[in-house]
């Protein structure tokens, strides 16, 4: 034993812990930040933190900085501070460029002195509200009263204040504080103007004043002052002072009673011990050995209990101290932490892959042999029921004593657990399972054994579990000095990737199985499936699971590649957190858990992550969240002002249909963690699934709609009201409802146009069958009835009269056949052109007329000959034309006759011309031709005209419209 204990310490070397890294977390030019020189820094009442730089005013959601158009009058926008006044309105600060003030989405600028825009007088160093129309300035060398629009200096208003002032702050009872090169002065004010009441520290130098919960604070080149304010009377009690003989530059006071100040060590650029935190009389140093960064120039406290660091480095936070980081490094390389464990004694014990560690104090003893032999890489560290500590190493299982480290059993462990009655499993890198009962050590006996190494093993009551490297896990039965397989998990028989790294179990019989690339797998404990899979699907930021840590409520808390992730609710639709770490220089990639009471121990690359979550302060701010883009087709096509959460409304052709939008729910102190869920009523009135994406687009119908978006932050508190844009997409001029209507309009009257066209036709027909039966009853009918009676009265008379009856049946009957001829040529569709109307006119005309020795001419232009001519106009054209030849050759005794066609302008004239001895025409005719021919031509609307006089010949005209 003592032999043993000599060879560790001589083999113990040491290792170095630096400085605990505190959860700071860091922004600056890399995450869009333009300058990194931060003067000043506030919150306003939307939630948004305002950033004043050497190059303007930056509005920080928490993932994004936007800067807001802010013109400068002189040279650059230098931001010296900002104020928020009893409105809310915030006041930007400003170097030569005097004040500038944010109101209804516009600034606007003051200047002191306006003529003189280079001179200190326009260089703001703070600003109060006394009233609600009236404020106090301090510039660089001189103090004004400000009513909203112009300014006066205190002289004018009789007060002695000859120092430059420096800061100053409202006190209960209308008092004000106001620090200057000549120590501080408390002015009462009455009817809003301040008179000095007191002056303090009179030659000294006071930076900044500030007043929290009933105290005045003052820093000095001599430290920190805390005056007890007695609102009794309106005195300061005796002062307690801190930091004393440092020079103070600037301090905030949080919600908590912490006071934060900035050391002024006398350099622009200084980099040392620049932070102190005061709580209940302790100082706490925060420097760069903390992770702060350098050059810290302003601290605000904000509502959700963030403390915010101005430096010329950016900009810096610390919300909760709920971690810290020992970066472990051994001689000149760090030893990646691939186990942890506390023992009984509080003793803190390190497995790395080159050893094992123990803490003492601030420092790790190293202890990387054994008996001569190196431990090498450490697989596994745990304490059993009993409280024995035992190492899996490559040198062996080795037993952890007091302030020394034995070999306890000669086998290259890769996995471990305790069965029900303490008995100790252990897996082996070639996949050996053995069993030590307290007595001996067993070697189990397995029919097809698994030449792989074990990296997981759970032995329970009736099971025993394995998880081998790359051949997935074996599910056992033991039975004697044997293992039987019941189960196998592996590619063989449907499950792939299943490549095991560690295991773990919890009080409700799930055991858990973590894996190199495929997350976790959740069986029940006699389970032959998988019950649960949870992965980078489910909501995880990594797949490799190198530890799992099961807690009593079902909380799982597992140890990835990528940062812990903490698994609640229901395994099968698991809810998932991050656990941010705010340290870029903090590796990213975690290996193993330790949880001891509420602190969890967290091993990395590089060192050890102590995490506390009973440190994190709930959040209940409810986070407002923001519309920040509205995109129409790809591009920006509606303008909606920066962080609005009502962007009102707008109507959209039908071709801007593709609409995204970007949100932004403000929660500084946890942003990885805030979730939204959005819906657009009119597409369906549901919320969408809960989601870390801050944009979403939608192809959507034309049709009125209403997109919202709701935030809830890290610890499930809502937004009190969605952010809301209302927008309708116009459908197409052919699905408007007057183009619907107008259609259908038009395609009932297309429809009764129709059925009036296909009645009128069915009429005309109607009419025409009419008028041939009368036709045929009339012309035909009576022809022949009288040839009927002509031949029964030749059948009686004598031979020479029946002779001359006979001569009189063959007239009608041929005056009959011509008749019948003009009805079957007049309704036959062959016949339906001007060229067939003029060769049927011709035919009959020439017969006749050639018959009286009378020339005769047609004129019908060939183009005409082919236009149509329906039924009915052709049939009244022809009897007017045969009517007029009757009449010209019955009556007119002439000589010579021309009929002619022309057409123009969609009408068709003809006429029938005859050189004959004329009549006249004012004598009333005793005919009926005339007449008929006058009422075919109304029947055409259609205008008849004869001219004619005793001499001179006939001419009968005829002037129809087709078309």
């Given at each position: 034993?003592?032999?043993?204990?000599?060879?560790?310490?001589a083999?113990?070397?040491?290792?170095?812990?630096?400085?605990?890294m505190?959860?700071?977390?860091?922004?600056?030019?890399?995450?869009?930040?333009?300058?990194?020189?931060?003067?000043?820094?506030?919150r306003?009442n939307?939630g948004?933190?305002?950033?004043?730089?050497?190059?303007?005013?930056?509005?920080?959601?928490?993932?994004?900085?936007?800067?807001?158009?802010?013109?400068?009058?002189?040279?650059?926008?230098?931001?010296?501070?900002?104020?928020?006044?009893?409105?809310?309105?915030?006041?930007?600060?400003?170097?030569?460029n005097?004040?500038?003030?944010?109101?209804?989405?516009?600034?606007?600028?003051?200047?002191?002195?306006?003529?003189?825009?280079?001179?200190?007088?326009?260089?703001?160093?703070?600003?109060?509200?006394l009233?609600?129309?009236?404020?106090?300035?301090?510039?660089q060398?001189?103090?004004?009263?400000?009513?909203?629009?112009r300014?006066?200096?205190?002289?004018?208003?009789?007060?002695?204040?000859?120092?430059?002032?420096?800061s100053?702050?409202?006190?209960?009872?209308?008092?004000?504080?106001?620090?200057?090169?000549d120590g501080?002065?408390?002015?009462?004010?009455?009817?809003?103007?301040?008179?000095?009441?007191?002056?303090?520290?009179?030659?000294?130098?006071?930076?900044?004043?500030?007043?929290?919960?009933n105290?005045?604070?003052?820093?000095?080149?001599?430290?920190?002052?805390?005056?007890?304010f007695k609102?009794a009377?309106?005195s300061?009690?005796?002062?307690?002072?801190?930091?004393?003989?440092?020079s103070?530059?600037?301090?905030?006071?949080g919600?908590?009673g912490?006071?934060?100040?900035?050391?002024n060590?006398?350099?622009?650029?200084?980099?040392?011990?620049?932070?102190?935190?005061?709580?209940?009389?302790?100082?706490?140093?925060?420097?760069?050995?903390?992770?702060?960064?350098?050059?810290?120039?302003?601290?605000?406290?904000d509502?959700?209990?963030?403390?915010?660091?101005?430096?010329?480095?950016?900009?810096?936070?610390?919300?909760?101290?709920?971690?810290?980081?020992?970066k472990?490094?051994?001689?000149?390389?760090?030893?990646?932490?691939?186990?942890?464990?506390?023992?009984?004694?509080?003793?803190f014990?390190?497995?790395?892959?080159?050893?094992?560690?123990?803490?003492?104090?601030?420092?790790?003893?190293?202890?990387?042999?054994?008996?001569?032999?190196?431990i090498?890489?450490?697989?596994?560290?745990?304490?059993?029921?009993?409280?024995?500590?035992?190492?899996g190493?490559?040198?062996g299982?080795l037993?952890?004593?007091r302030?020394s480290?034995?070999?306890?059993?000669?086998?290259?462990?890769?996995?471990?657990?305790?069965?029900?009655?303490?008995?100790?499993?252990?897996?082996?890198?070639?996949?050996?399972?053995?069993?030590?009962?307290?007595?001996?050590l067993?070697?189990?006996l397995?029919r097809?054994?698994?030449?792989?190494?074990?990296?997981?093993?759970?032995?329970?009551?009736?099971?025993?579990?394995?998880?081998?490297?790359?051949?997935?896990?074996?599910?056992?039965?033991?039975r004697?000095d044997?293992?039987?397989?019941?189960?196998?998990?592996?590619?063989?028989?449907?499950?792939?990737?299943?490549?095991?790294?560690?295991?773990s179990?919890?009080?409700?019989?799930?055991?858990?199985?973590?894996?190199?690339?495929?997350?976790?797998?959740?069986?029940s404990?006699?389970?032959?499936?998988?019950?649960?899979?949870?992965?980078?699907?489910?909501?995880?930021?990594?797949?490799?699971?190198?530890?799992?840590?099961?807690?009593?409520?079902?909380?799982?808390?597992?140890?990835?590649?990528?940062?812990?992730?903490?698994?609640?609710?229901?395994?099968?639709?698991?809810?998932?957190?991050?656990?941010?770490?705010?340290?870029?220089?903090?590796?990213?990639?975690?290996?193993?858990?330790?949880?001891?009471?509420?602190?969890?121990?967290?091993?990395?690359?590089?060192?050890?992550l102590?995490?506390?979550?009973?440190?994190?302060?709930?959040?209940?701010?409810?986070?407002?969240?923001?519309?920040?883009?509205i995109?129409?087709?790809?591009?920006?096509?509606?303008?909606?002002?920066?962080?609005?959460?009502?962007?009102?409304?707008?109507?959209?052709?039908?071709?801007?249909?593709?609409i995204?939008f970007?949100?932004?729910?403000?929660?500084?102190?946890?942003p990885?963690?805030?979730?939204?869920?959005y819906?657009?009523?009119?597409?369906?009135?549901?919320?969408?699934?809960?989601?870390?994406?801050?944009?979403?687009?939608?192809d959507?119908?034309p049709?009125s709609y209403?997109?919202k978006?709701?935030?809830?932050?890290?610890?499930?508190?809502?937004?009190?009201?969605?952010?809301?844009?209302?927008?309708?997409?116009?459908?197409p001029?052919?699905?408007?409802?007057?183009?619907?209507?107008?259609?259908?309009?038009?395609?009932?009257?297309?429809?009764?146009?129709?059925?009036r066209?296909?009645?009128?036709?069915?009429?005309?027909?109607?009419?025409?069958?009419?008028?041939?039966?009368?036709?045929?009853?009339?012309?035909?009918?009576?022809?022949?009835?009288?040839?009927?009676?002509?031949?029964e009265?030749?059948?009686?008379?004598?031979?020479?009269?029946?002779?001359?009856?006979?001569g009189?049946?063959n007239?009608r009957?041929?005056?009959?056949?011509?008749?019948?001829?003009?009805?079957?040529?007049?309704?036959?569709?062959?016949?339906?052109?001007?060229?067939?109307?003029?060769?049927?006119?011709?035919?009959?005309?020439?017969?006749?007329?050639?018959?009286?020795?009378?020339?005769?001419?047609?004129?019908?232009?060939?183009?005409?000959?082919?236009?149509?001519l329906d039924m009915?106009?052709?049939?009244?054209?022809?009897?007017?034309?045969?009517?007029?030849?009757?009449?010209?050759?019955?009556?007119?005794?002439?000589?010579?006759v021309?009929?002619?066609?022309?057409?123009?302008?969609?009408?068709?004239?003809?006429?029938?011309?005859?050189?004959?001895?004329?009549f006249?025409?004012?004598?009333?005719?005793?005919g009926?031709?005339?007449?008929?021919?006058?009422?075919?031509?109304e029947?055409?609307?259609?205008?008849?005209?004869?001219?004619?006089?005793?001499?001179?010949?006939?001419?009968?005209?005829?002037?129809?419209?087709?078309?």
């Amino acid at each position: 034993m003592f032999r043993s204990l000599i060879l560790a310490v001589a083999l113990l070397l040491c290792l170095r812990a630096d400085a605990q890294m505190m959860p700071f977390k860091n922004y600056g030019i890399k995450d869009g930040l333009g300058d990194n020189n931060v003067q000043a820094v506030i919150r306003d009442n939307r939630g948004l933190l305002w950033v004043g730089t050497d190059f303007g005013v930056y509005w920080f959601d928490g993932k994004k900085f936007y800067r807001p158009q802010v013109t400068a009058n002189v040279g650059q926008l230098y931001v010296t501070g900002f104020y928020k006044d009893m409105s809310g309105t915030i006041w930007v600060l400003t170097f030569f460029n005097g004040i500038f003030k944010y109101h209804d989405g516009r600034f606007t600028n003051y200047m002191v002195d306006p003529q003189q825009k280079d001179e200190n007088t326009n260089s703001i160093a703070d600003m109060i509200q006394l009233s609600p129309t009236k404020y106090i300035l301090l510039t660089q060398n001189r103090s004004y009263i400000f009513d909203g629009k112009r300014f006066s200096s205190f002289e004018s208003e009789k007060i002695d204040i000859k120092a430059n002032g420096n800061s100053v702050a409202a006190i209960p009872g209308q008092t004000i504080a106001m620090g200057t090169d000549d120590g501080f002065f408390l002015l009462k004010c009455s009817q809003g103007i301040p008179k000095i009441t007191q002056h303090l520290f009179a030659g000294s130098r006071v930076e900044k004043v500030a007043f929290v919960k009933n105290q005045l604070w003052a820093l000095t080149p001599k430290g920190a002052f805390c005056f007890p304010f007695k609102p009794a009377d309106g005195s300061l009690g005796k002062p307690v002072a801190f930091l004393k003989g440092r020079s103070l530059k600037d301090l905030a006071a949080g919600r908590d009673g912490d006071t934060w100040v900035i050391a002024n060590n006398g350099s622009f650029w200084d980099v040392a011990d620049t932070v102190y935190k005061i709580r209940n009389g302790s100082v706490t140093v925060y420097g760069r050995q903390n992770g702060l960064p350098e050059n810290v120039q302003q601290i605000y406290y904000d509502n959700e209990g963030i403390v915010w660091f101005a430096n010329r480095k950016g900009l810096s936070m610390l919300a909760d101290e709920y971690y810290s980081f020992d970066k472990i490094v051994s001689g000149h390389f760090n030893d990646p932490v691939t186990s942890m464990l506390i023992d009984d004694k509080k003793t803190f014990w390190v497995g790395s892959i080159n050893g094992l560690a123990q803490r003492k104090e601030k420092k790790y003893d190293f202890y990387p042999n054994i008996n001569g032999a190196s431990i090498g890489y450490v697989s596994w560290v745990n304490k059993t029921q009993r409280g024995d500590c035992f190492v899996g190493s490559v040198a062996g299982v080795l037993k952890i004593g007091r302030n020394s480290v034995k070999k306890f059993l000669n086998l290259n462990s890769t996995a471990f657990s305790e069965g029900p009655d303490h008995s100790l499993w252990f897996g082996c890198v070639t996949g050996e399972v053995w069993k030590f009962d307290g007595v001996s050590l067993k070697k189990m006996l397995v029919r097809s054994p698994v030449h792989e190494m074990a990296t997981a093993l759970y032995a329970g009551k009736d099971f025993v579990w394995v998880g081998y490297r790359d051949r997935g896990i074996a599910k056992f039965t033991p039975r004697n000095d044997s293992l039987i397989l019941l189960k196998e998990f592996s590619t063989a028989n449907g499950y792939p990737d299943m490549r095991i790294r560690c295991c773990s179990a919890d009080q409700q019989g799930n055991v858990f199985f973590g894996t190199r690339t495929n997350g976790v797998f959740m069986f029940s404990r006699g389970s032959d499936e998988p019950v649960a899979h949870i992965n980078t699907q489910s909501g995880l930021n990594a797949n490799w699971i190198r530890d799992i840590v099961s807690g009593p409520s079902g909380t799982l808390y597992l140890a990835t590649n990528n940062g812990i992730n903490v698994v609640t609710g229901n395994y099968k639709h698991p809810q998932v957190r991050y656990i941010s770490i705010n340290d870029d220089n903090i590796n990213r990639e975690t290996n193993c858990i330790l949880k001891d009471g509420t602190v969890f121990y967290v091993g990395t690359n590089e060192g050890i992550l102590k995490w506390m979550p009973a440190n994190i302060r709930k959040d209940t701010v409810a986070p407002p969240v923001y519309l920040t883009k509205i995109s129409i087709q790809g591009l920006k096509g509606f303008s909606v002002a920066p962080y609005t959460s009502d962007a009102g409304s707008v109507e959209l052709p039908y071709d801007r249909h593709f609409i995204s939008f970007e949100f932004a729910g403000v929660s500084l102190k946890d942003p990885e963690n805030v979730f939204y869920h959005y819906s657009v009523t009119g597409q369906d009135n549901g919320w969408s699934p809960l989601t870390r994406n801050n944009d979403v687009a939608f192809d959507l119908k034309p049709g009125s709609y209403t997109f919202k978006v709701a935030a809830k932050n890290a610890d499930g508190t809502w937004s009190r009201r969605p952010a809301i844009f209302h927008f309708i997409i116009d459908p197409p001029f052919w699905l408007s409802w007057w183009f619907v209507l107008i259609m259908t309009a038009l395609t009932v009257f297309v429809a009764y146009s129709a059925y009036r066209y296909k009645l009128s036709k069915a009429l005309a027909i109607e009419l025409l069958r009419n008028k041939i039966s009368n036709d045929l009853h009339d012309d035909i009918g009576s022809t022949l009835s009288s040839i009927s009676i002509l031949s029964e009265v030749a059948a009686r008379e004598k031979e020479q009269k029946s002779k001359r009856i006979l001569g009189e049946i063959n007239e009608r009957s041929h005056l009959l056949m011509e008749k019948m001829d003009d009805i079957v040529w007049s309704i036959s569709t062959q016949n339906d052109t001007i060229g067939n109307l003029f060769s049927r006119i011709q035919q009959f005309a020439s017969t006749i007329l050639e018959a009286r020795n009378i020339d005769y001419e047609f004129r019908v232009p060939d183009k005409l000959k082919e236009m149509k001519l329906d039924m009915q106009r052709r049939q009244h054209i022809y009897l007017v034309l045969k009517e007029a030849i009757n009449n010209l050759i019955k009556y007119s005794g002439c000589s010579t006759v021309c009929i002619l066609a022309e057409y123009s302008g969609g009408l068709l004239k003809i006429e029938v011309a005859d050189d004959g001895k004329g009549f006249d025409t004012t004598q009333q005719s005793s005919g009926n031709g005339l007449l008929n021919m006058q009422k075919r031509a109304e029947a055409m609307r259609g205008k008849f005209c004869i001219a004619s006089s005793p001499g001179k010949g006939t001419r009968v005209s005829l002037a129809v419209q087709i078309e």
